[in-house]
């Protein structure tokens, strides 16, 4: 059952759902385009979100600009049941998770249980999945398991984020944003062509000082990024389409710092230090290096659309960079060699990926066929750990791990008659990974380990082959309604750990194996007559096989495999105009998940744990007004999330829990026309002090490692569309 928390907090926010329903089923006059329905191809063709049998939220690129959501992992405050972490810092890999469905493993050659796309390209690499929104069309976040009509198969769901395309109309805006920490933000396009022939260019960049004050050097947790994004647009003839991408971004702040919480006696580290000030975007950080992560690729989609079926071959190459120095220890006590905890993180991942997709549809049946290549090379050389200041060790770890998979999926829907429609899908896939991990110690007791084929024959290479599939039923008795009902069936592939081993820990430790997800849902899809009020519901449960579960045992992190964890809960979202030139979108996230049977490195075994980023509660609004002034409007705006209770580890640790807080934002923006908007804002606005990860070393360091989300932030925008 889900936990009774009795918190007030909890209270308020079903009481404000509950009477926003209440006012949201009054007559309305006016619609916008915060709550317009939206057009999605989540099911590979255009429908209206509320004909499509899934849990989905969806956001316009309209919406994203004016709910002032820029970053990829933004969109999360406005997503029932969906949170992101950041383990290592802003601007790092992100930890995405869905329904209780996600990853907290911050080392480079793990992928996500959610997978993101970008213009229907998979992105296997976690150090690329934080990146600057700019010039979208659209994001459809899918909850639920995935791999019968997209080429990734995922256990938790996916985020697909689709790009503006070039037209023939000129068309150009530009975005120009200042705000608190003397942040300048801007992106901007242009676009354009003939019948046969356009293009697109669209560019970002977003600069901040640190928004955490350090004593005793430059101050960490700002903001230095760029991206571009070419896009050429070809059609030779009516049913053909070739369209080529390019982008490239660059992301080259100061890296994020910890806030140091002392776990030892009397509130202080093993190292004698402790950051007792009360002020948790502050601190004393000695290491100030930097974060460096680019991102460059390219992919080509070719389309030819029949009369009856058409084909789309899609083959896209990414290659994400990473170098991070991290200040582990928070402090400013050394033994004369600087920082005492020095780790460096440096991968590099190539990745391909080839998809051709066949489909068809009629009146009655819909169906999509696919083949799907993937291939990624994660080369994790460079990455070291320096403990030589407590006169401890030094690893210099080298691996790389070679993923190949190919899979072959299929998806229908058949309608019976006006009410009635099947939807199934199939899926095959096999994969197989190579591993190398060298472990070289210098300084104390001088070693080396490697876990290769040669040293470990049978456990440095992992395979997996796997049939999964989905069954459901829509029913819709009028127009206005949708119900469905669906089972599916998601894996995710066995691994190896990397990162910074202990050697007497690593040979039982370094595979894990493939966990499974049995997916049940039901849920209904409402629209009132006059399309004012929409309303969506959803209930699952899922049933989860050897859920691949991360934990530390020292500087060691490993993943394991639990038992099995069990999850239900659902998602209510509502959006409507009431009344004239108001309007309000709601959403509430309800969740119970659980782990079982969690075998830690050290080999003790856990029950009853819950699952990181696994709010009990999640909940959302917006509200919005807009005031006419002539051929110019005035619009107040006021956003808010709620988050319960959650925990960053699954061993479930008092230090790392955060509880139950919310987030509010406002925003004022004047309409001068068509073309020119300016606003105001304010982000986070009562400057709620909140954890959006820990680690913790209490047993190996005495301390635990808070990142706290950003404060009080100002800014004005200016906006101009040709």
């Known amino acids: 059952m889900l936990r009774n928390k009795n918190d007030k907090s909890t209270s308020y926010i079903f009481n404000l759902l509950l009477s926003a329903t209440a006012v949201a089923l009054l007559p309305a006059v006016s619609q916008s385009a915060v709550s317009d329905e939206m057009i999605v191809s989540v099911q590979k063709r255009n429908q209206e979100l509320s004909d499509v049998g899934v849990s989905v939220t969806a956001f316009s690129g309209d919406s994203l600009r004016q709910l002032n959501l820029t970053n990829s992992v933004d969109i999360s405050t406005q997503t029932p049941n969906f949170t992101i972490g950041t383990p290592v810092g802003e601007g790092n890999n992100p930890s995405f998770v869905l329904r209780g469905v996600g990853l907290n493993d911050f080392n480079d050659n793990n992928e996500s249980n959610i997978a993101v796309y970008v213009d229907e390209v998979y992105r296997s690499a976690m150090a690329g999945l934080t ?49 608190s920490n003397n942040q300048i933000k801007f992106e901007g396009a242009i676009g354009g062509g003939t019948e046969m022939v ?72 093993f190292f004698g230090y402790s950051d007792t000030d009360g002020d948790v975007w502050a601190g004393d950080y000695d290491r100030t290096g930097p974060l460096e992560i680019e991102n460059t690729g390219a992919s080509i989609n070719v389309d030819w659309q029949g009369d009856a079926f058409g084909v789309v071959w899609i083959t ?105 429609e099947i939807v199934a899908g199939l899926r095959y896939t096999d994969e197989e990974k190579d591993y190398t991990y060298i472990n070289t110690e210098t300084n104390f007791g001088a070693f080396v380990y490697e876990f290769s084929a040669a ?93 691949q579960a991360l934990s530390f045992e020292g500087v060691s992190s490993f993943i394991s495999n639990a038992s099995d964890a069990k999850v239900y809960g659902g998602e209510i979202e509502l959006i409507a105009n009431p009344i004239e030139n108001f309007e309000m979108i709601l959403g509430l996230g309800l969740l119970d998940a659980t782990a079982d049977g969690i075998r830690l490195a050290d080999n003790t075994v856990l029950q009853d744990r819950q699952l ?29 999330m709620y988050s319960d209770d959650v925990y960053f580890d699954i061993v479930n640790q008092p230090v790392s829990r955060q509880n139950a807080y919310s987030v509010w934002n406002a925003q004022i923006s004047y309409q001068i026309n068509d073309n020119f908007e300016v606003s105001g804002w304010v982000r986070n606005l009562t400057d709620q002090e909140y954890k959006v990860y820990t680690f913790d070393f209490s047993d190996f360091f005495g301390f635990n490692q808070q990142f706290y989300g950003p404060p009080r932030w100002f800014g004005a925008s200016v906006r101009y569309r040709y």
């Open 455 to 547: 040293t470990a024959p049978g456990l440095a290479r992992w395979s997996d082959e796997v049939v999964n599939g989905s069954l459901g039923l829509n029913y819709r008795p009028n127009e206005n309604w949708l119900v469905f009902a669906s089972v599916s069936t998601a894996f995710k592939s066995g691994g190896f750990n990397s990162g910074f081993l202990d050697p007497s820990l690593a040979l039982t430790n370094i595979p894990f194996q493939k966990e499974e997800l049995t997916s049940y849902e039901v849920g209904i899809k409402w629209v009132n007559t006059s399309d004012t009020v929409r309303l969506n519901a959803t209930a699952f449960y899922y049933d989860y096989e050897d859920l």
């Open 612 to 640: 990181v980023l696994a709010p009990d509660i999640q909940a959302n609004a917006l509200v919005r007004y807009t005031v006419p002034i002539g051929d110019s409007a005035l619009v107040f705006q006021t956003d808010a």
């Open 131 to 179: 990146f600057q929104m700019f010039d979208l069309e659209r994001v459809e976040v899918l909850r639920g398991p995935q791999g019968t009509l997209y080429g990734r198969n995922a256990t938790g769901g996916l985020v697909h984020f689709v790009t503006q395309k070039p037209t023939e109309e000129l068309d150009a805006y530009a975005d120009l944003t200042y705000g």
């Open 198 to 269: 356009m293009g697109r260019v669209s560019v970002a960049t977003n600069k901040a000082d640190g928004y955490v004050s350090n004593r005793v050097g430059p101050d960490p947790n700002e903001s230095d990024s760029m991206a571009a994004r070419g896009q050429v647009l070809f059609k030779p003839a009516e049913q053909w389409s070739v369209l080529l991408n390019g982008h490239w971004s660059d992301a080259d702040p100061l890296a994020a710092a910890y806030q140091h919480q002392g776990t030892d006696v009397g509130g202080v580290d």
């Open 316 to 420: 896209g190459y990414e290659n994400v960079d990473k170098f991070h120095q991290e200040d582990t220890d928070m402090g400013n006590v050394d033994f004369g060699d600087g920082s005492l905890v020095r780790p460096d993180f440096v991968a590099e991942t190539d990745q391909l990926t080839s998809e051709l997709r066949i489909h068809g549809e009629s009146d009655a049946f819909n169906w999509v066929a696919g083949l799907y290549y993937f291939d990624s090379e994660v080369d994790g050389n460079g990455t070291r750990l320096d403990l030589s200041g407590l006169g401890d060790v030094n690893f210099d770890v080298n691996y790389m791990q070679d993923t190949t998979s190919y899979a072959l999926y299929g998806h229908f829907d058949y309608a019976f008659n006006e009410h009635w």
